[in-house]
């Protein structure tokens, strides 16, 4: 298996067509901000509080290892703990680590399948999966940004 930290080629037909529904969601969220801040006269002390709710979902999603084990787990669905860390390649303690803070957070859903032996299965909740949907056009935008800056290392 290809590692995700990979680059990811992408046909230029389907790059055209991420960046379209890329542009169309940006217009949408933009849209969607501007009639909040409208509708509920958003001051920048408001504004700043609502952000600060999200930066704990940002501390957790962007630490290292945590977007890898999200995408590992969005692509192979349910995998048990030794798959995760043999595709992965991180210690035992790491992803034990990472998974129940994932897991206390809503991200996962822990199953433990009765032995012998005993074996514990990992998958996506909908917040998991849905972080993850919302984290790609993030990473693909960035992404398109430090190859329109640096055309030579592309």
Do not use: C
Request: hydrophobic content about 40%.
């Amino acid at each position: 298996m290809k590692t995700l930290g990979a680059k990811i080629t992408l046909s230029a037909e389907l790059r055209k067509l991420i960046e379209v529904r890329l542009e169309q969601t940006l217009k949408g969220i933009e849209d969607t901000m501007t009639k909040i801040i409208e509708k509920q006269e958003l001051n920048p002390k408001a504004l700043q509080q609502e952000l600060k709710s999200l930066e704990e979902t940002f501390n957790i999603v962007f630490q290292r290892w945590n977007l890898e084990i999200l995408y590992t787990l969005f692509l192979k669905g349910t995998i048990g703990f030794g798959e995760l860390k043999k595709v992965l390649g991180v210690n035992s303690r790491t992803l034990s680590d990472k998974l129940k803070m994932f897991t206390k957070h809503g991200y996962l859903k822990r199953d433990v399948v009765h032995g012998p032996p005993l074996r514990v299965r990992y998958a996506l909740t909908a917040n998991g999966k849905n972080t993850v949907l919302l984290a790609l056009p993030l990473l693909y935008y960035s992404s398109a940004i430090d190859v329109a800056l640096n055309p030579k290392q592309s």
